[in-house]
């Protein structure tokens, strides 16, 4: 954790020494700890020598401690909204807190007080809880002091706040085996219903492992691609391609051929549309995956689950070659089509 110190000095410590030398003293700081990704380290400090307060923010993701001058960007604060942190951040009451969630990854928020005269640590990941609510005031002044684009952060962290935490939650990793995870609450009782259904009637016309993904076309007035990746031994990423943002009944649909293990491997196509290396023609060149025609465009789709149809002919000539069919050479027969054209 941040706050406790080690043998080598750490880079909040060399940061520390850095401010403490220009006179500054921490009262409060918040980290975002691989939230989204980004490490940001930001502080509220008082300037005993100026009776001034100061905003500090260093992006950790791009630091240079040999440099950290250029690295870090330290802010006045206007002396009403100083007056207006120091308030709200006495009046809070609460100890020492954590809320935890071990179904997040990442995604920490540490929050560090010196208000009073013990400090007090509040951490939670990715939402800020809702018996905390005496921290949105304060967060909210800090955060009117970063750039705008770190607004972001702020409203995933309150997001419990407005109900749009579902929102958030979806397309990050959550803890689930997809294989065996019996706790489906990620999924609304609406998707399991209805997933159920697309499963039942046999919606899910292809699935397949490609690297360390499971990819799968789900029909439903057009088809929807789904992915279904693990990231480490416990958390997967579930993620559609429809304008739902929670996880929706195509990925359900999805999650349950796989755990009947209906596979069904996309087609195989090979782009011929330009003169080939000699190494292509040996190695057969790089190939997309397949999973029909529609409108004389052949659906591929990107082994990193990006799907787009592309015109079969091109000047004047078909461009595509089948080199892995199924068993009945649909898109074989269906592309012979264009060879006669
Ligand atoms: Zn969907």
């Known amino acids: 954790m941040l706050f406790k110190g080690g043998n080598n000095k750490s880079v909040f410590d060399k940061i520390d020494d850095y401010l403490v030398k220009r006179g500054h003293e921490l009262v409060m700081s918040?980290?975002?700890?691989?939230?989204?990704?980004?490490?940001?380290?930001?502080?509220?400090d008082y300037i005993r020598k100026l009776a001034v307060y100061k905003i500090v923010w260093v992006d950790l993701n791009f630091f240079d401690e040999k440099h950290i001058e250029?690295?870090?960007?330290?802010?006045?604060?206007?002396?009403y909204l100083s007056l207006k942190i120091v308030e709200v951040m006495n009046k809070i009451e609460?100890?020492?807190?954590?809320?935890?969630?071990?179904?997040?990854?990442?995604?920490?928020?540490?929050?560090?007080?010196?208000?009073?005269?013990?400090?007090r640590e509040f951490i939670f990941d990715r939402f800020l809880p809702l018996e905390w609510e005496q921290l949105i005031d304060p967060l909210a002044l800090i955060f009117s002091y970063l750039p705008r684009s770190m607004e972001v952060f702020l409203q995933e962290i309150f997001a419990k706040f407005d109900g749009t935490e579902e929102k958030?939650?979806?397309?990050?990793?959550?803890?689930?085996?997809?294989?065996?995870?019996?706790?489906?609450?990620?999924?609304?009782?609406?998707?399991?219903?209805?997933?159920?259904r697309l499963y039942d009637s046999g919606k899910v016309t292809f699935l397949e492992k490609v690297d360390n993904k499971y990819l799968a076309i789900v029909e439903d007035n057009g088809p929807h691609l789904i992915l279904l990746?693990?990231?480490?031994?416990?958390?997967?990423?579930?993620?559609?391609?429809?304008?739902?943002?929670?996880?929706?009944?195509?990925?359900?649909?999805?999650?349950?051929?796989?755990?009947?293990?209906?596979?069904?491997?996309?087609?195989?196509?090979?782009y011929v549309g330009k003169e080939e290396t000699l190494l292509e023609?040996?190695?057969?060149?790089?190939?997309?995956?397949?999973?029909?025609?529609?409108?004389?465009?052949?659906?591929?789709?990107?082994?990193?689950?990006?799907?787009?149809?592309?015109?079969?002919?091109q000047n004047g000539k078909c461009v595509f070659e089948v080199i892995e069919d199924d068993d009945e050479c649909t898109l074989s027969k269906e592309l012979e089509k264009y060879k006669i054209k």
Not at 183 to 193: D, H, N, P, Q, T
């Open 30 to 44: 918040i980290y975002l700890s691989n939230y989204n990704g980004n490490n940001i380290y930001v502080r509220f």
């Open 70 to 79: 250029d690295f870090i960007s330290i802010q006045m604060v206007t002396k």
């Open 94 to 119: 609460y100890d020492n807190s954590y809320s935890l969630d071990d179904d997040i990854m990442g995604d920490r928020v540490e929050i560090l007080s010196y208000f009073k005269e013990e400090p």
């Open 168 to 196: 958030f939650n979806y397309t990050k990793p959550i803890k689930f085996d997809l294989l065996n995870g019996d706790s489906l609450k990620m999924f609304r009782a609406v998707s399991i219903e209805a997933g159920t």
């Open 229 to 270: 990746q693990s990231i480490d031994n416990e958390y997967v990423l579930m993620w559609c391609d429809c304008k739902a943002s929670y996880y929706c009944k195509h990925i359900y649909a999805a999650l349950l051929a796989l755990r009947n293990k209906k596979f069904n491997s996309f087609y195989k196509v090979k």
């Open 281 to 313: 023609k040996v190695t057969l060149g790089t190939f997309y995956y397949a999973f029909g025609i529609v409108d004389d465009k052949i659906l591929l789709v990107t082994s990193d689950g990006k799907w787009f149809p592309t015109q079969i002919i």
